[in-house]
């Protein structure tokens, strides 16, 4: 997933470790007796499986009729792969909505966004056969321009990166995408410029731990690696390592694409007033190796039969049986019961099946890429619209595993306890994939996970990459199941009895708690007393400012520097709304607007800190009743506070990273 911040970066979460009192699988407490996780897991019914392509059509056709109409999705196009095959392919609805081009799964280039980092781990591990790279060694031993610090004694290595636990912060605001091919700048430099801040010690042990972020920015890490240690640029290797091999030749890493890919570039659209939207190319081969693929559905095909077939296709291989197995392998384990990550890959269990593989999101394509092994199939899908029908690809995956692999979902019950030990998991939770050195902290407001102990029992929550909320029953010590689906969390760590941690479904992204006064909603409610206070003392000033340069000449100007203050907090406000109106562009460019509006504070610190000093002076003075004395110090207090809450979020002062 490219983006998952609403810049998306939107964007998050997994984690995991094993302690006494409220980690999952070790508890102190006592045993649970009415569930356990292998009794809570989806009963695999006799797998019906694909079985002929006029089945597997009207089962994609039927999905993709309501999914276009109703999610408004302009295109779409899909594989499915089978017994070393080509097993489906087909598109739908259009490329090009204006000229009504329909989408074709052999010619149509769409866009799949992460899943472009699977052939950056592909390059990674091919190094690794010839042993040019360990997956072990500190990354710096591969690096020439550029080095990440030793802001901890644990090294990063290439194991932590295709495990998404560098422990790197994320960004993105004003540089992960380009409007003109022009703005695109070289790995080496990038990467240089926009190294983000080690915020935690990298993963070591990769059975127990919680730190798991997902990182694009890691990503091109790795991709620079392989141009170096190879001695030619990246999209070069990939075409003659991978693509070529596999005959993927309508695919590419390039931006611009080639001429002759351009032609049939399905355009990224948003679905508005009733109508689809055509937007511009996305480009971002400056962070190419983490998502700037372009290809099609039958050449993501033979990327998946290549796994399926043990690194093989035809006379091609482009990896050993051997490094294809490992790549598959769960390395990186939050939490047995949970989905883990492999080299690169990671797992989703859907109906007690293993699915591998990879999704991938930018703002106008959203795509999935999974691979059944056990079963020899494998399925890609790409929608070319963003909002509302940027689920489709997700939602077909799901509905194709429960389709052609059914299963029963044991029904649960609360145990009688459940509401007393769901108590100390309750509280707020933060994703860990965001900034915290940076303004970009500030778009993880909102995004606070509460988990609350409802009085039936269970415990409402969504998961770590904020979906919205499940209700969720107990069935190991910590680990929870939804009440209607087979999805599992589970909470980590140990501080006083509650929980440190929380492992959601999604293993690259975990969450830690976060206290009281860290949360959205105090922060909210701090902001909304202050601007009230702010409104009701510019009032003041604006009254009394007669009476005031009439009054004692000690605190004539109280009032007056403390409405300024008002005034300026305000603007900054305003401005930043102002900002929020056009969120779409930020990922492009910063725009001027946000400087002007992260000015306003700075002048407002000397007028708020004029009106402290005067504040004893105000109680002292004659003509201040108590009930104006006491309106300008709380007045006060909330420029204060309001500042301290800027000065959390990194909005205060000039903070771009």
């Not at 380009?178 to 790995?187: I, S, T």
């Not at 830690?512 to 009032?539: D, K, N």
Request: proline share 6%.
């Amino acid at each position: 997933m490219l983006i998952e911040t609403r810049v998306c970066l939107a964007l998050l979460i997994a984690t995991f470790v094993a302690l006494t009192g409220v980690t999952a699988h070790g508890s102190t407490s006592g045993a649970l007796e009415y569930h356990t996780i292998e009794n809570a897991s989806p009963q695999p019914l006799p797998p019906i499986g694909p079985t002929t392509r006029e089945e597997m059509a009207s089962f994609v056709d039927g999905f993709m009729s309501m999914a276009l109409r109703k999610g408004h999705v302009a295109g779409a196009t899909v594989a499915v792969v089978k017994d070393g095959s080509l097993f489906f392919a087909k598109g739908y609805g259009y490329e090009d909505v204006e000229r009504r081009v329909p989408v074709d799964p052999e010619r149509s280039v769409f866009r799949p966004g992460s899943i472009s980092k699977l052939f950056t781990w592909t390059s990674v591990m091919q190094l690794v056969e010839q042993g040019k790279l360990d997956l072990d060694k500190d990354v710096n031993t591969y690096l020439k321009d550029i080095k990440i610090p030793a802001t901890y004694p644990e090294p990063v290595t290439l194991r932590n990166i295709m495990t998404h636990t560098a422990g790197f912060e994320d960004g993105a605001i004003g540089y992960l995408f380009a409007k003109d091919p022009e703005d695109l700048v070289p790995l080496a430099p990038w990467l240089k410029k926009h190294m983000p801040a080690r915020v935690r010690p990298p993963t070591t042990d990769f059975s127990s731990g919680a730190n798991a972020s997902y990182s694009n920015y890691a990503t091109t890490l790795a991709g620079y690696i392989v141009q170096t240690v190879s001695g030619m640029p990246f999209d070069d290797y990939v075409e003659r390592n991978i693509m070529q091999p596999l005959g993927m030749t309508h695919s590419t890493f390039r931006e611009p694409q080639p001429a002759e890919l351009a032609s049939r570039f399905a355009g990224g659209y948003r679905y508005e007033d009733g109508q689809f939207e055509r937007r511009e190319f996305e480009y971002m081969h400056s962070v190419g190796p983490a998502g700037s693929l372009s290809s099609t559905a039958t050449d993501m095909a033979q990327f998946m039969l290549a796994f399926l077939q043990g690194g093989s296709l035809g006379d091609a291989r482009i990896l050993s049986p051997e490094t294809v197995r490992l790549m598959h392998t769960r390395t990186m384990s939050p939490d047995p019961a949970l989905n883990g990550s492999m080299l690169g890959f990671y797992e989703t269990w859907i109906n007690g099946r293993r699915v591998v593989g990879h999704g991938g999101d930018t703002s106008y394509f959203h795509s999935v890429l999974s691979l059944i092994p056990d079963a020899n199939l494998g399925l890609f899908v790409s929608v070319n619209t963003g909002g509302e029908g940027g689920r489709t690809s997700v939602d077909l995956e799901r509905a194709f595993v429960m389709h052609y692999f059914p299963a029963t979902l044991p029904k649960l019950t609360p145990r009688p306890d459940a509401k007393e030990r769901n108590a100390r998991y309750a509280g707020t939770y933060r994703s860990l994939r965001r900034s915290y050195t940076s303004f970009e902290k500030v778009f993880s407001f909102g995004s606070d996970i509460k988990a609350r102990a409802a009085d039936d029992g269970t415990l409402s929550m969504g998961d770590p990459i904020g979906d919205e909320p499940h209700r969720w029953i107990e069935v190991g010590d910590g680990v929870f199941r939804d009440i209607y689906e087979d999805l599992f969390i589970a909470f980590k760590g140990s501080d006083g009895g509650r929980p440190t941690g929380l492992v959601g479904y999604f293993s690259p992204i975990a969450a830690e708690r976060i206290q009281w006064w860290e949360t959205s909603f105090f922060h909210g409610v701090l902001i909304a007393i202050s601007v009230l206070l702010f409104v009701t003392i510019l009032v003041s000033a604006i009254r009394q400012r007669r009476a005031d340069r009439a009054g004692p000449a000690n605190v004539r100007w109280a009032r007056a520097a403390l409405g300024l203050a008002a005034v300026l907090f305000i603007f900054f406000l305003a401005g930043l709304a102002l900002v929020a109106t056009d969120i779409d562009s930020l990922i492009y460019v910063i725009p001027a607007s946000l400087y002007v509006a992260l000015t306003f504070p700075l002048l407002a610190i000397p007028c708020a800190a004029l009106a402290l000093f005067l504040l004893p002076r105000v109680w002292r003075a004659d003509g201040w009743r108590f009930g104006a004395r006491l309106h300008y110090t709380l007045a006060i207090v909330a420029a204060v506070a309001f500042l301290l809450v800027l000065n959390y979020w990194n909005l205060l002062g000039y903070r771009f990273g």
